[in-house]
């Protein structure tokens, strides 16, 4: 969704802002080379609940199939093998990256 998420560069953080400006950041000191797909995709994770929120639409991204409207699905595993994952059975969706619409 275009427009939906702006990256910005603080002096400490890289923070993603919704469409007013409120969103969450990932401090500069936490990124490390083994950590930094990791902690990416749960702030982009995070910066699209809270906009989608922000606009009166369901805040459920990425939607669990098993489960729809109930929970996303959350991100699991390292840097060299991320899965979407069910919360509640820990059933493995997908691989981060390759989730179809």
Known sequence: MPGLIEVIETDNA????DSDGHGPGV?????TAD????LVTETVQEAAIE???????????P???DHPKT??????GDASH??????????????????SP
């Open 51 to 61: 906009a989608l929120w922000r606009m009166g639409r369901s805040a459920v991204w």
């Open 71 to 76: 929970h996303p699905l959350q991100v699991r």
């Open 14 to 17: 890289f923070v993603l802002l």
């Open 82 to 99: 991320l899965m979407w994952v069910c919360p509640n059975s820990g059933r493995q969706v997908a691989r981060v990256g390759r989730l």
């Open 35 to 38: 950590r930094l797909p990791l």
């Open 27 to 31: 401090p500069f000191e936490w990124v």
């Open 63 to 65: 939607v669990c199939p």
